[in-house]
């Protein structure tokens, strides 16, 4: 089976073997925003197209190429979701060359009612679990981070916050952003963001310490996106960590890849909880435990 | 005496007679960015020579104007200040046609120590009292709203938040903005704004309920901009008001003008506290009154 996670801004491809094994992975030409009207088929065969070739016949997608601006829409399925049902609810797409199947995004309403979504965070969730019974609190940070409580191995709920976009949009686009040079990196800038996180008076005010703190030289303009970014993913983890406690949980597995992960894994611990790290092929072993229990026909 | 508010956006001036009264008042030619270098003199000139042909020989000057990007740099003043240290740390600037001074800005720390700059909202905040013994909390909106505790006459400490200027970040340049049309306004959207953010979760989640609220049509497009700003405002507000709360404060006198001073004034009263309005002419006000304590020679 080929597996592939198609989101708005890249795309996964891995060759499965029969026990799901990863035998071969490849980055595929970008994300669903760069694929034309009607141009979902040519772009699929011209990623996997030799492995097709080759002699696979199925193809399992999960990730935005499900939502409207993708190839089809698969409708979202609602909470609380296992395996099984998402298995059950994959979407056949026409393609000439194999059988095409999308996996359905979740949706789900936090306490207050408000609804939640997510397309390919709940197969990376599945492939990211040790054991199919268990209860678990993950976080896959990201532009739009999801923090996904599992209890007895189906997804119950989830929470996005849009800490990625939020951190890029005041770093580029206020007066902080004009006093800061270099990336977000791990380290006192970034901590002292976090510990800042934790006091009174909101992030909304934090931020603005963010451009004090610069103009009276306490802190210099290559550790400015550190701590904001430290500011940021505080507010974030602090109040995740408050609703997983709630329910018991202080281990979250961290799944996903990148400079992302290095920078959640050090706030979760300076925030109380503690962080394990997620399989790295969550996406590849979740679409295959989906394909092994979805009709092919 | 002709006293002049001076932003970094925009430019107000006021002549004033022996009793403080606003005689005529004018909007400059903008604020102090449209100034080219060494440009200043010009600008008082353009924006109140006629005041002067006229007579008047005292100008007193407020806000950014006093900055590192203004006219010249008025050292900030430390926290607790009162009218008669600010009238005592005017700052003489070499102009020919008048005796022109500069009124300095404050700083603060906030409970952790980390620092606060006001220029210009502290004359307002003066001009705003109504005794000169009062104990007060005021909130000014803007892009950097302030929120200003005063104890016996005196700033004794503030707090900035950058609630305004995160809105725009965020309406234009996220993927919120995509589905906004129109303005911020008071009423129903901007209220159910401002009952989410008493909600868990905090900002970064509530900012992603924008976005489902939308794609589940409970939010219309041309609603959008006022729940973003209840949100936004919900958030400061709510923070704000337990910082009052803790020095026993849940009065908020609301200065400043425009469409801002409407949205504030909902929500503290939904969240809580309650909102009373302070003089439009603050400003004018609190220049009278330290020009009134201000050597001129």
Do not use: N
């Amino acid at each position: 089976m080929i597996a592939v996670d198609w989101g708005t801004s890249s795309a996964r491809a891995y060759r499965l073997g029969p026990d799901g094994a990863v035998l071969e992975r490849r980055e595929g030409a970008g994300g669903i925003l760069r694929v034309p009207e009607g141009g979902f088929p040519a772009a699929l065969a011209g990623m996997i197209g030799d492995w097709l070739a080759a002699g696979e016949t199925r193809v399992l997608l999960s990730g935005m190429v499900g939502s409207r601006q993708g190839w089809q829409e698969a409708p979202y399925l609602a909470c609380p979701a296992g395996l099984d049902d998402l298995a059950g609810a994959v979407v056949p797409v026409p393609f000439a060359d194999a059988t095409v199947r999308l996996v359905p995004g979740l949706s789900a309403g936090d306490a207050a009612g408000v609804p939640e979504v997510m397309r390919g965070e709940e197969v990376q969730v599945f492939g990211a679990l040790t054991r199919p019974d268990e209860d678990a609190l993950l976080c896959l940070p990201g532009s739009h981070s999801k923090w996904v409580r599992v209890e007895s191995g189906r997804i119950a709920g989830f929470s996005t916050s849009m800490t990625g976009e939020a951190f890029a949009a005041l770093k580029d686009h206020t007066i902080l952003g004009r006093m800061m040079t270099g990336t977000a990196e791990p380290g006192p800038a970034f901590e002292a963001g976090v510990a800042r996180a934790a006091e009174a008076g909101g992030l909304l005010h934090h931020l603005f310490g963010t451009r004090t703190l610069g103009l009276f030289g306490r802190l210099a303009p290559e550790d400015g996106a550190s701590y904001l970014s430290g500011l940021l993913i505080g507010h974030e983890v602090t109040s995740a960590l408050a609703d997983g406690a709630a329910t018991g949980l202080a281990t979250v597995r961290l799944v996903g890849s990148g400079p992302l992960m290095a920078l959640y894994g050090r706030a979760i611990v300076l925030a109380g909880g503690e962080a394990v790290a997620g399989d790295p092929d969550a996406a590849a072993r979740g679409l295959a435990l989906i394909g092994e229990r979805s009709a092919w026909m």
